[in-house]
T-cell receptor, first 117, second 115 residues
Framework: QQQVKQSPQSLIVQKGGISIINCAYENTAFDYFPWYQQFPGKGPALLIAIRPDVSEKKEGRFTISFNKSAKQFSLHIMDSQPGDSATYFCAASAPLTRGSTLGRLYFGRGTQLTVWP | GAGVSQSPSNKVTEKGKDVELRCDPI?????LYWYRQSLGQGLEFLIYFQGNSAPDKSGLPSDRFSAERTGGSVSTLTIQRTQQEDSAVYLCASSATAWFQETQYFGPGTRLLVL
């Protein structure tokens, strides 16, 4: 079963608007939450990441909001640009525990973002 | 330095044939991961290497799939007797260590189509 659930599957936003992608998880062992950005024909690349000891992390136009009690986190892209059009994946990983794989990332299914000029 | 490279970039094969996919990680990276990306399915973990050993093979979908890593560097993913459901993009990632917060750097992937 999907350990990280991501929505929406696709998103269309006007240039200058705010793009919001949401993810939820169940495994409380998860302790690191990265977002990856993937352009067509390329591999995913790390965009921004957060640990659950903070509720928000901002890097330029990209912000992760984290709600530990709700086990949810989201990516906000402010002032969305056509160059942001890509597929975005949320992910989670956990420290080594019994039965887990060190460093393994559990990915959401992805959100295809299109920003219209 | 150079990023993660994968070859071939595209592979078309006939059902029942064997294929080998290659991954060259970033030099010095000890951890190497294989993922599979199918349309609308996100990235599915296949196998992980720490050095040359594979502590976790639990993601391999069947015994037709195998992987090895030699010299702590290059890795090969082999799919025997390919099936149409094996068609996907196979992604390799490497990281400096296997620490769970270490950034994983992905290659461009190998697009496999089984006819």
């Amino acid at each position: 079963q999907q350990q990280v659930k991501q929505s929406p599957q696709s998103l269309i936003v006007q240039k200058g608007g705010i793009s919001i992608i949401n993810c939820a998880y169940e495994n409380t062992a998860f302790d690191y939450f990265p977002w990856y950005q993937q352009f067509p024909g390329k591999g995913p690349a790390l965009l921004i990441a957060i640990r659950p000891d903070v509720s928000e992390k901002k890097e330029g136009r990209f912000t992760i909001s984290f709600n530990k009690s709700a086990k949810q986190f989201s990516l906000h892209i402010m002032d969305s640009q056509p160059g942001d059009s890509a597929t975005y994946f949320c992910a989670a990983s956990a420290p080594l525990t019994r039965g887990s794989t060190l460093g393994r990332l559990y990915f959401g299914r992805g959100t295809q973002l299109t920003v219209w000029p | 330095g150079a990023g993660v490279s994968q070859s071939p970039s595209n592979k078309v094969t006939e059902k029942g044939k064997d294929v080998e996919l290659r991954c060259d990680p970033i030099s010095g990276h000890t951890a190497l991961y294989w993922y599979r990306q199918s349309l609308g399915q996100g990235l599915e973990f296949l196998i992980y290497f720490q050095g040359n050993s594979a502590p976790d093979k639990s993601g391999l979908p069947s015994d037709r799939f195998s992987a090895e890593r030699t010299g702590g560097s290059v890795s090969t993913l082999t799919i025997q007797r390919t099936q149409q459901e094996d068609s996907a993009v196979y992604l390799c990632a490497s990281s400096a260590t296997a620490w769970f917060q270490e950034t994983q750097y992905f290659g461009p992937g190998t697009r496999l189509l089984v006819l």
